[in-house]
DNA sequence: CGGACAACCTGGCGGC
DNA sequence: TGCCGCCAGGTTGTCC
C-alpha cells in the first residue's frame, strides 16, 4: 500500500514531531523488525542521538540522526506516528517497536502484519539494495525514461513496479498511470511507441504528484502520520474499480493478475493490440 | 534477462 | 456465531 506518496506524506508529517527530538530508550515486543543489528546493539547505538531531517528515498522513510540515519519501510501495513507518552490509539495493537523522546512524546512504529523494516545505519546506501530514479525529480526526463526502457522486454506493468527501474511506484499507481496513459498492463515494453513512452512519462509524474497532493490512499491500513486518513483513493480511475464503468468510456472495468498482482484496467480505453 | 512462485505475516471478509 | 480459506501487496530469494 505505502508507495511514493504514502511515504512521502508520512515524512513531510513526520518533521514537525520529531525534528530536535533526542531518544531515550527503546522498547519492543518484536526485535525482528530491527534488521542487521542486534537490538541490544540498537538501543545503545541510537539512544542519545538527535533528529536533525526527515527524508525519503523511493518507498524509504530516512531520519536523519546526530550519528546515524534511522531508515524505515512501511511495506504493507506499517505505520510510523509521534504521540504523547500517554497516548493510546487504535494502531499501538501493533506497535512493535516505540522509541522514547525527549519532551514526553514517543515515536510508534505499528505493523499489524509485520513485513516493515527498521535499520540503523551510518550511510543508507549501505541499506538500499539497487534503486532506480526518483520519478518525481527534475532529472527524470523522457529521455532518460526512454533510455531505461531500452534493452528491456517485459510486460510493462512489471517494469513499473520494479524498484530498480523505477523507484517508488507500487501497485496502485502503476494501475493508474497506465490507464491514464491508455497502455494495457501487459504491453510489452518494447512494443511501446514513442509517443507511448512519453505519455507514460508524463502519467506517472502526474498520477504519483497527484497521489502526494491528495496525501496517498488510505484504503485500509494507510493512515497520516496525525491518524486521518489520505484522499488519494477518491480519484483513483482503475484500482479497485472493478465492475464499475470506466470514467472516460464507460466501459466496465476489469480486473486480472498481472505477475501474482491485483491489476485494473479499462478493456477499450488499454487495448492490448494496436 | 525474464517469468513463476514461495516466503515473510496477519487482519478482514465472503461463504457456509 | 463461528470456523475456513482466500485475498491483500512490497520485497527478497530461488529455480528454470
Same mark, same amino acid.
Given at each position: 500500500? $505505502? @508507495?511514493?506518496? !504514502?511515504?512521502?506524506?508520512? #515524512? ?5 514531531? +520529531?525534528? =530536535? &527530538? ?110 532506480? $530514479? @526518483?520519478?518525481? !525529480?527534475?532529472?527524470?526526463? #523522457? ?5 531505461? +526502457?531500452? =534493452? &528491456? ?122
Amino acid at each position: 500500500m $505505502p @508507495e511514493l506518496p !504514502e511515504v512521502e506524506t508520512v #515524512v513531510r508529517g513526520l518533521r514537525a514531531p +520529531l525534528i =530536535g &527530538r533526542t531518544v531515550l530508550g527503546v522498547w519492543t515486543d518484536w526485535s525482528n523488525v530491527i534488521h542487521e543489528m542486534p537490538p541490544e546493539a540498537f538501543t545503545a547505538r541510537i539512544s542519545g542521538q538527535t533528529f536533525t531531517a526527515v527524508k525519503r528515498r523511493a518507498k524509504y522513510i530516512l531520519c536523519e540522526m546526530t550519528h546515524d540515519v534511522l531508515i524505515v519501510h512501511l511495506r504493507m501495513t506499517g505505520r510510523l506516528y509521534v504521540v504523547p507518552d500517554e497516548t493510546v490509539i487504535d494502531a499501538d495493537r501493533w506497535a512493535h517497536l516505540r522509541l522514547q523522546l525527549d519532551g514526553g512524546v514517543q515515536l510508534r512504529f505499528s505493523d499489524a502484519r509485520k513485513f516493515g523494516r527498521v535499520y540503523l545505519s551510518e550511510n543508507p546506501d549501505n541499506i538500499f539494495p539497487k534503486l532506480g $530514479p @526518483e520519478p518525481l !525529480e527534475d532529472d527524470f526526463t #523522457v529521455e532518460v525514461f526512454a533510455g531505461r +526502457l531500452a =534493452g &528491456r522486454h517485459k510486460n510493462i506493468k512489471a517494469l513499473l513496479l520494479d524498484q530498480s527501474f523505477i523507484a517508488g511506484v507500487g501497485n496502485i499507481y502503476a494501475d493508474e498511470a497506465l490507464f491514464r496513459a491508455g497502455i494495457h498492463p501487459l504491453r510489452n515494453s518494447d512494443s511501446l511507441s514513442v509517443e507511448e513512452i512519453k505519455r507514460l512519462h508524463e502519467t506517472i509524474r502526474a498520477t504519483l504528484a497527484d497521489g502526494v497532493d491528495y496525501e496517498g490512499a488510505s484504503i485500509n491500513w494507510y493512515r497520516k502520520p496525525d491518524g486521518t486518513a489520505g484522499e488519494s483513493q477518491e480519484h483513483f480511475y482503475v484500482y479497485g474499480r472493478n465492475g464499475k464503468a470506466c470514467l472516460t468510456c464507460g466501459t466496465i472495468i476489469e480486473k486480472t493478475r498481472v505477475t501474482q498482482r491485483g491489476t485494473h484496467y479499462c478493456p477499450v480505453c488499454q487495448p492490448l493490440n494496436r
